[in-house]
C-alpha cells in the first residue's frame, strides 16, 4: 500500500521559514514527478511545486509565481522523500499542503493528475 505522509507544517509568523516533508512508502518515486499543492479555506486548490521527472537522473523543477524565489522543491530518492522549503512566508501562504506523486496525466499541475496524495499538513502564517 502506498503512503504519503507530510509532516513539518505548524505557526509561524510572517518572514519565517518552514520546511516541509513527504515521505513516501510502498513503492519509490525516483521515477516518477512528485508536487506540492495547497488549499485555503475558501479558496480553490493551488498548485505550488513541482519535481518532475526527465530520465534517467535529471529532474526539473517548476513553481507557481506566487512563490517563486521563495520556495524551493528538492528531493532524497535515497529516503523516498520529497520537501519543501519555504522562506519569507506571508499570509496568504496559510494553507493545508498536500504532496503528491507519480503524475500520470497531461498537466503537472493539476492535483488530479497524480496517481497517489497525502492528507496535508497545516501551514499556519500569522501578520
Known amino acids: 500500500q502506498v503512503q504519503l505522509v507530510e509532516s513539518g507544517g505548524g505557526l509561524v509568523q510572517a518572514g519565517d521559514s518552514l520546511r516541509l516533508s513527504c515521505a513516501a512508502s510502498g513503492r519509490t518515486f525516483d521515477a516518477s514527478s512528485m508536487g506540492w499543492f495547497r488549499q485555503a479555506p475558501g479558496k480553490e486548490r493551488e498548485f505550488v511545486a513541482v519535481?518532475?521527472?526527465?530520465?534517467?537522473?535529471?529532474?526539473?523543477?517548476d513553481y507557481a509565481d506566487s512563490v517563486k524565489g521563495r520556495f524551493t522543491i528538492s528531493r532524497d530518492n535515497a529516503k523516498n522523500t520529497v520537501y519543501l522549503q519555504m522562506n519569507s512566508l506571508k499570509p496568504e501562504d496559510t494553507a493545508v499542503y498536500i504532496c503528491a506523486a507519480h503524475w500520470r496525466g497531461t498537466n503537472w499541475s493539476r492535483l488530479d493528475d497524480y496517481q497517489y496524495r497525502g492528507q496535508g499538513t497545516q501551514v499556519t502564517v500569522s501578520s
Open positions: 519535481s518532475r521527472w526527465s530520465g534517467g537522473n535529471k529532474y526539473y523543477t
